[in-house]
């Protein structure tokens, strides 16, 4: 496999073990907040993060995979989903052990594939031809995202600590 394929692989799984050790550090209050109108809190974000994992990269990458002709696969609407399937009860430890599973099963799949595979792809209705490299790029992408999320909290906690506030 070719070398650039093998460090996103690395970082796929490395990116993946940073978010569970980041969300251990955050506060309940920290999940909670929402930063601005119309953003998620943190716990929301971290559920959809765990949901596109399993319903989008991971799913479409399997299909890729297993389909000889290339998929056709529905745009995600993540506002949808988050308005029909989130659970604002949902413990974290639950969402981030799903997210890294999924994730897990992500990095299986590409770690079999042969050189040539990167390169099959899905229809995506608005983007077109999506290939598993372009899946596994946005995967790492949108999981740096979240991580940084997670990232600003611990520093926040840290600052917090340092100057005797508690959150």
Do not use: C
């Amino acid at each position: 496999m070719q070398k650039q394929h093998l460090q996103l692989i690395a970082r796929l799984e490395a990116s993946a073990v940073e978010v569970a050790v980041a969300s251990k550090s955050v506060t309940a209050a920290q999940l909670k907040r929402v930063p601005r109108e119309g953003e998620w809190s943190l716990h929301q974000a971290l559920s959809h993060l765990r949901d596109t994992e399993v319903q989008v990269f991971a799913y479409r990458a399997a299909r890729i995979l297993k389909e000889t002709e290339p998929p056709l696969v529905a745009n995600f609407d993540q506002e949808e989903w988050m308005r029909e399937h989130y659970v604002e009860n949902e413990p974290l430890k639950k969402i981030v052990a799903e997210f890294r599973a999924a994730r897990r099963k992500l990095v299986k799949l590409l770690r079999n594939i042969k050189d040539k595979d990167w390169t099959r792809y899905a229809i995506h209705p608005e983007y077109g031809k999506i290939s598993l490299e372009y899946i596994a790029l946005h995967a790492y992408n949108h999981t740096l995202e979240h991580l940084r999320q997670l990232l600003d909290a611990q520093e926040e906690n840290v600052l917090n600590a340092a100057n005797g506030r508690l959150l």
